[in-house]
């Protein structure tokens, strides 16, 4: 702090100090076979964030210039999330004239005076604090919500990410020296040890382009893991893979040799980019069968492989205005085999703009949470859809026996019986149980001896003592549950669109009578998406 008056200094280290004493007591957290758990209880700890973005040019994370950190902390709890991934860039810790900049500093660097305009409104304790005081008073603040907190390296030089080019991609890019890189580690883990609302590090945000290569992976991913760890042996080590995030999968022939127990988590990326509207309109099972099978093969078998680990999806999201249909039935696709698994999670991304993105100025993010004024959620409908996410289906250690929950991803809900033995999609946390289903046999509810009834095309559903409908799985996505009435046609289940509660039986979507796939179909099959999610809580 050298330069600031004797009274600035003190005031500065008291806000500090008092932000810090006043952080929630988060449980050390490490690993048990594919979960994380509290170290302490030996229980499930499932990580369901929001990413926050602190990593662009300004070195501060986005909109603390149009709400106050106390409101933007309080909304991340209040919208159901319990983690943050905050982003930050190495050169923030590793460079002086970057870790040195007050924060009226780094936005007058960009002549930014709206923000810092912003800032000295909304949060102005920050303004004349540098950029990692102010990076640890956020953190604190997360803390003080009960909010956990992983920090994730995001980028060398502060900015956006990402390209294959851009000089951050992979060890020994213009911008991304090993050396430096494990110093930066170094210092933030020294930096958060002792603060109970960090977590978790994340080592490095999406490697990419052509220096990519495995046996560098190898090394420089086990000393940084080593690094972290040395200097805080509290915190989860999250290891990225390759191509964006998007492969981990020369893992099934050698595991990173950390030599660190119970503390490593892997982390994945799942976006739909690069395959458009055009694509998912005509081949919507098809996609959802392509997409789901490249997981399973690129990170998801991390889960299940012989040694198995956590698996941390730390980024997937849409354009929540909703306009994108590839990302429409991409989500729903996603969240259907992403409860299946009931992995961690973190959506991208929290932030409703930018303060300087690009080049450009108080830019929206269209992937945002949170509007381009952080008044409330851009698409709360949207969020609304994350309950099976955000819910603990699986435990780590659970005695209880398992069941079944039927979700309608499409609309985030689960089929519920109703009074009248009526099914009906209501919030996941009431949902029905059901038994494990067989393929072509009988879908009963757990504890009961009713079944689910085909009702025609167009009827309502129901569950009696009559268990003679037989229900399979038809098309490629396996997201179509169908069975034959008397006549002997099949009818799927679906959404009834009139009162989007009521699930009803009507003829099949995108499938012939043969019950494969059409080559290309102009009907949306999401509305008769149901999948069977396993739960033993």
């Not at 492969?247 to 799942?270: C, M, P, R, T």
């Not at 919507?284 to 698996?311: G, I, R, S």
């Not at 603990?392 to 309608?408: D, E, F, T, V």
């Not at 799927?492 to 499938?511: A, F, P, Q, R, Y």
């Amino acid at each position: 702090m050298a330069g600031f008056k004797p009274a600035t200094k003190a005031i500065i280290l008291l806000f500090i100090f008092l932000q810090f004493s006043a952080i929630c007591e988060s449980a050390t957290l490490s690993t048990s076979s594919r979960w994380i758990i509290d170290q302490g209880t030996g229980n499930r700890v499932k990580l369901t964030c929001a990413n926050w973005a602190g990593h662009l040019q300004a070195m501060v994370p986005e909109g603390l210039e149009k709400k106050p950190v106390s409101y933007i902390a309080s909304q991340i709890a209040k919208l159901g999330f319990n983690c943050v991934r905050l982003t930050w860039s190495t050169f923030m810790f590793t460079r002086p004239e970057y870790s040195n900049l007050k924060v009226s500093e780094s936005l007058d660097k960009y002549n930014l005076a709206a923000a810092k305009s912003g800032i000295g409104k909304n949060n102005p304790q920050f303004l004349e604090m540098n950029v990692i005081d102010v990076q640890k008073a956020v953190v604190n603040e997360l803390g003080k919500n009960n909010l956990m907190v992983v920090l994730d390296n995001h980028v060398s030089l502060p900015g956006w990410c990402c390209g294959d080019d851009d000089g951050n991609g992979f060890f020994g890019d213009a911008n991304f020296d090993p050396n430096e890189w494990l110093q930066g580690l170094t210092a933030v883990a020294r930096a958060y040890k002792g603060n109970t609302a960090v977590v978790g590090m994340s080592l490095r945000n999406e490697l990419r382009g052509n220096r990519q290569n495995t046996n560098d992976w190898y090394k420089n991913m086990a000393a940084g893991a080593q690094a972290v760890h040395t200097q805080n042996p509290d915190v989860l080590v999250i290891v990225s893979g390759l191509s964006y995030d998007s492969d981990l999968s020369f893992l099934k022939q050698q595991d990173l040799q950390s030599g660190i127990n119970n503390k490593i988590v892997y982390e994945a990326h799942w976006y739909t980019f690069g395959t458009g509207p055009d694509k998912w309109d005509a081949r919507t099972n098809q996609l959802c069968a392509d997409f789901t099978k490249n997981a399973q093969d690129k990170y998801f078998f991390l889960t299940t492989k012989e040694n198995p680990y956590p698996l941390f999806l730390s980024e997937f999201g849409i354009d929540q205005r909703g306009t994108n249909e590839a990302d429409n039935r991409y989500i729903s696709c996603l969240l259907a085999a992403v409860a299946e698994i009931d992995i961690d999670w973190s959506i991208w991304a929290f932030q409703g703009s930018y303060i300087l993105r690009e080049g450009i100025v108080d830019l929206e993010e269209t992937y945002g949470v949170m509007n381009f004024n952080w008044d409330g959620p851009k698409n709360p409908a949207f969020v609304d859809r994350l309950q099976i996410l955000r819910q603990l289906n699986q435990g780590a250690n659970s005695k209880n026996p398992g069941y079944y929950i039927m979700l309608h991803p499409q609309s985030g809900k689960c089929v519920q019986i109703g009074n009248n033995n009526n099914v009906l999609l209501a919030n996941c946390k009431s949902a029905s149980r059901w038994d494990q289903h067989q393929d072509g046999g009988p879908m009963k509810l757990s504890g009961s001896s009713l079944c689910l009834a085909v009702a025609g095309d167009g009827g309502a559903t129901s569950v009696s003592d009559n268990c003679t409908s037989k229900w399979k799985y038809v098309s490629s996505s396996g997201l179509q549950l169908a069975a034959q009435d008397g006549m002997g046609k099949y009818f799927c289940l679906e959404m009834n669109g009139s009162d989007h509660s009521t699930v009803i039986t009507k003829k099949c979507l995108c499938v012939g009578d043969d019950l494969g796939d059409f080559s290309t179909c102009a009907d949306d099959p999401q509305v008769q998406w149901f999948k069977l999610v396993p739960a033993n809580v």
